[in-house]
């Protein structure tokens, strides 16, 4: 236990930064924080790696917010797809229906590849999709 160092610290309360700090440590949750000493150490290791990160690269935050927001636009855009996906197949099998009334479980081989034959599908880029 000789390796222990000791540091006091003073909050004027007419400071209103030294104000919220103290309110932030005096309202600390004991089911995240053990103490007020680990929030005060990870805080001050929070803010150095910060500050010596964005020396070294200075759109460091920048970049991380831009991910974050892509992330967030992927996740939300991948919520609207999921509801939307049944309307959408739904629709597009009414209009295969109204195209095609063949019944094709019912349709000979000779009959779709005859319904296949009508579409020309050689001036469609299919790269989109890796094929």
Not at 100 to 127: C, G, K, L, Q
Request: charged share 25%; proline share 3%; with cysteine.
């Amino acid at each position: 236990m000789n390796n222990l160092k000791t540091t006091c610290f003073r909050f004027n309360l007419d400071n209103p930064e030294h104000a919220n700090a103290w309110n932030y440590l005096k309202q600390l949750d004991k089911s995240v924080f053990k103490s007020c000493n680990e929030a005060v150490i990870k805080a001050v290791n929070d803010y150095f790696e910060r500050y010596f990160r964005s020396i070294d690269d200075p759109y460091f935050e920048t970049r991380q917010r831009e991910e974050q927001f892509v992330t967030q636009i992927v996740s939300e855009v991948g919520k609207a797809l999921a509801s939307e996906m049944p309307r959408f197949l739904a629709s597009f099998m009414i209009s295969l229906k109204a195209d095609y009334p063949v019944n094709i479980s019912t349709s000979t081989a000779s009959e779709t590849s005859e319904i296949n034959s009508e579409n020309d599908y050689s001036d469609i880029d299919f790269d989109f999709i890796g094929g």
